[in-house]
């Protein structure tokens, strides 16, 4: 798994099996894909591009100029999962939404995992992403993660890794969406001859998932909505096509007001109570009143009207802190804590490089690993070892030297590759899978696949579209 | 409905009215230009009073030559009215007000966006100006065909096209405001003729000089003019015209939501009083005081409608 030094060591690929042949989730797309014309699928694929600029599925880079507007590259050769695959897969996802779920609750009430000694205690306490205001509180249903998408990567045919829980506001599910939405209309002939699962009930499982929360002051059918920065955020696309999907106003917070212990939208007819906010501001910005007094992005006095039962926030405040790099190495530790059983999907072994030992040993060995901030997304401010040069190691050094207690470091994982669509023909890049997880009290729904994001360039292993990073469409196939 | 949703619907419509308005101006006034160079520099100056931008211009450049205020009308950022800005404030809007459209609608207000950044990228060279505005006015036609053909009758629809004629009303008045001295002298002198080609013009920026020939026959007086752009019911630029949709799609806004609002009152005020002519008293009165007072009343009830709507808080 480690990549060692100066030497080579092959990855594994999900369509071609090292000893040449296709393996098995891939037979039938091949089988098409040989018979197909390279001329028309490129073809395709630049419709597919003008496609996404009509539909308006851009993105603005922060810190770019006014107008720059990007794509997120789209490949046309989907990621194809098998059925037994996924179930193996989805099961272990559920393991682990449920374990954050409960280590929330259990967080924010007794701490009895920190009583236990599992979790250390100033690993909570001294957190930025902890909210102290949480404290003893119910959020409805008892549901803390009502969203999150669980980061996995490939390292081999049955090896499986969590690289990440996004808890607080995970992006993407919109390209999940939109890419299946492509293809069909590109290769509608594909999905006759492959029995594909279907993503397209993503946002009636949400909305249904959401209502299913609704606080104690709700009467009647419950009113969601959906809380944007904006129009200049960069996953405003998102935030409009869920609103548009699930038949929810799309608000912000200068729409919203709190009358009479309620969240009410100021309409065309007069304020209108919400019952259930999915909101895309994070925990900061949610209320002036009782955040940062600055942020114009919330609704002041809406955690009041949130502790009094008023409103369903979803994803809860202070879920931030079941998502955190530095709590992530304790995720086995959390899981079994709660479950009673062993961790299905492994973590990626991780270095705290807040322990001295750690840091020396990540000191040492820095060229062959990859270094994250603790509170760091997006793959900003991320070192990847190998890819580095001398300068840029020596730099990251100092960084990490100076505060160690901001970073962890990890392997430089050999991530699978899958064959991406070139005018050369067909040429393996590195893939992560992002799959979408609801939790109601009703259940845990997964949607079959997820965001498979692909480094679009040669040997690259950064998957992230704020660094060059391309989508495909996901398969799961039925069985 | 969300307010700010209908407050953009309502926006988006008005730019998008806006950008096809000034492509029809700077048509007329390049075509003055281009035919009377002596009067050209005069002509590009109401261009930019119609438009609203002229002290802008002025702060900015020296004189009036064609290129410069071509460049300033299609291209500049410093200009909110030029249609690069304008487009982008539709396609803003239109954005901000995404769920409350169809799929259709916003992509065609994608694509017009698309397209004319495209377009004008670089500054249009004077002989391609002709199809640079005809192009303009394609990608309105194009939205405003995915509108008409795509979207549900409700609330919605009637705050855009609240929009639309509320700023086609201030166009058309405008045209009127900055043009009404040339309509005066022949009123006042029964029997000489008005500048052809200055009559012309002014109904060129409205897309109607055959219209007009084909009411009116040959006969070119300032009372038919002011009668066809004042009164004239079928003819779809007119204030008459554009005051009678707006009192329709507040009545039927009223009707939605069953609440009566001032809005609907001023806009009936409006289409019957104001509008109810004859031309002959509305010369009498003063076109120029006629005209300023129309133009107030039209944002007293642009005002009225974000109030009574609560676009804003």
């Not at chain 1, 979790?119 to 102290?132: C, H």
């Not at chain 2, 916003?106 to 698309?114: G, Y």
């Not at chain 2, 609440?259 to 002959?280: C, D, F, M, N, Y």
């Amino acid at each position: 798994m480690l990549r060692g030094k100066g030497r080579r060591i092959s990855f594994f690929d999900e369509m071609t099996s090292q000893e040449g042949g296709t393996r098995s989730p891939y037979r039938e797309y091949c089988g098409w894909f040989e018979a197909e014309d390279a001329t028309r699928i490129q073809r395709k694929a630049q419709q597919a591009e003008a496609l996404f600029r009509t539909t308006g599925i851009t993105f603005n880079v922060y810190g770019a100029a006014d107008g720059d507007e990007r794509l997120i590259p789209f490949d046309v050769v989907p990621r194809i999962i098998s059925a037994s695959e996924w179930r193996r897969l989805s099961r272990g996802i559920e393991q682990r939404v449920r374990a954050l779920n409960a280590f929330l609750h259990d967080i924010y009430h007794r701490q009895e995992i920190l009583r236990a000694g599992r979790v250390p205690t100033d690993l909570i306490a001294g957190n930025e992403a902890f909210l102290p205001m949480m404290m003893g509180l119910d959020p409805p249903g008892g549901i803390y993660t009502h969203i999150s998408g669980t980061d996995i990567v490939r390292t081999g045919a049955d090896e499986f890794y969590v690289l990440e829980d996004n808890a607080r506001t995970p992006s993407g599910v919109s390209y999940m969406l939109e890419n299946r939405e492509t293809m069909l209309q590109m290769f509608p002939e594909l999905f006759a001859k492959v029995p594909v699962r279907e993503v397209s009930d993503y946002p009636i499982n949400l909305l249904k998932s959401l209502a299913a929360c609704a606080p104690p002051a709700c009467g009647g059918t419950p009113t969601v909505a959906v809380l944007t920065p904006g129009i200049h955020n960069s996953a405003y696309y998102e935030h409009s096509f869920l609103a548009d999907h699930m038949g929810a106003e799309l608000v912000e917070g200068h729409d919203l007001r709190v009358i009479d212990g309620r969240v009410a939208m100021r309409t065309t007819q007069g304020y209108k109570a919400i019952d259930v906010v999915y909101r895309r501001v994070d925990d900061d910005f949610l209320d002036p009143l009782n955040f940062r007094p600055d942020s114009m992005l919330g609704v002041p006095g809406i955690w009041d009207v949130y502790r009094a039962g008023g409103i369903t926030i979803a994803n809860a405040p202070g879920t931030g802190i079941a998502d955190d790099k530095a709590l992530y190495s304790y995720m086995p530790d959390i899981i079994e804590f709660y479950t009673g059983e062993k961790a299905l999907l492994p973590n990626v072994p991780t270095w705290r490089c807040s322990d001295p030992e750690h840091l020396r040993e990540v000191l040492d060995r820095l060229p062959e690993l990859v270094v994250k901030e603790v509170h760091g997304s997006g793959g900003y401010g991320m070192l990847v070892g190998p890819a580095a040069s001398k300068k840029e190691l020596a730099a990251f050094r100092a960084k990490l030297e100076a505060n160690p207690g901001n970073y962890i470091a990890q392997p430089t994982l050999s991530l699978s590759t899958v064959p991406i669509f070139t005018k050369k023909g067909l040429a393996p890049r590195h893939v992560d899978l992002r799959p979408f997880v609801l939790m109601s009290p009703q259940g845990v729904t997964i949607t079959p696949g997820g965001l498979t994001r692909v480094a679009m360039t040669k040997g690259s292993l950064v998957v992230n579209s704020s660094q060059g990073g391309g989508t495909k469409d996901t398969w799961v196939l039925e069985d | 409905m969300l307010g700010k949703t209908a407050g953009s619907l309502f926006w988006m419509a008005r730019y998008l009215e806006r950008s096809e308005n000034n492509a029809r101006l700077i048509d007329a006034g390049f075509r003055i230009a281009l035919t009377r160079s002596s009067t050209a520099a005069a002509e590009w100056k109401s261009v930019l009073v119609t438009a609203g931008v002229n002290q802008a211009f002025k702060a900015a450049h020296g004189d009036y030559s064609s290129a410069r205020v071509i460049d300033f009308l299609l291209r500049d950022p410093a200009n909110p009215s030029s249609i690069l800005s304008v487009i982008k404030l539709a396609r803003d809007n239109a954005r901000t007000a995404r769920t409350a459209l169809t799929r259709e609608t916003w992509e065609a207000v994608n694509t017009s966006w698309m397209t004319l950044v495209a377009l004008l990228k670089r500054p249009v060279r004077e002989d391609d100006l002709p199809d640079v505005l005809t192009t303009i006015r394609q990608q309105s036609a194009h939205v405003r065909g995915a509108l008409n053909g795509t979207m549900l009758r409700n609330d919605g629809y009637h705050f855009a096209l609240l929009g639309t004629f509320l700023e086609r009303a201030d166009n058309t008045a405008r045209i009127l405001d900055v043009k009404y001295y040339l309509l005066l002298p022949s009123v006042a002198h029964i029997g000489t003729s008005i500048d052809n080609v200055q009559w012309e013009t002014i109904l060129r920026s409205v897309s109607a000089h055959r219209a007009y020939r084909w009411l009116y026959g040959a006969e070119i007086s300032a009372l038919k003019i002011a009668e066809f752009l004042i009164l004239y019911r079928q003819m779809p630029r007119s204030l008459a015209f554009c005051c009678e949709r707006m009192e329709d799609h507040l009545a039927q806004l009223q009707r939605h939501y069953g609440e009566e609002t001032e809005a609907w009152r001023l806009a009936h005020a409006l289409s019957h009083e104001k509008l109810a002519g004859p031309i002959q008293s509305i010369f009498d009165g003063g076109l120029h005081q006629y005209v300023t007072s129309f133009l107030r009343d039209t944002a007293a009830l642009a005002r009225q409608v974000e109030r009574d709507y609560r676009f804003v808080e």
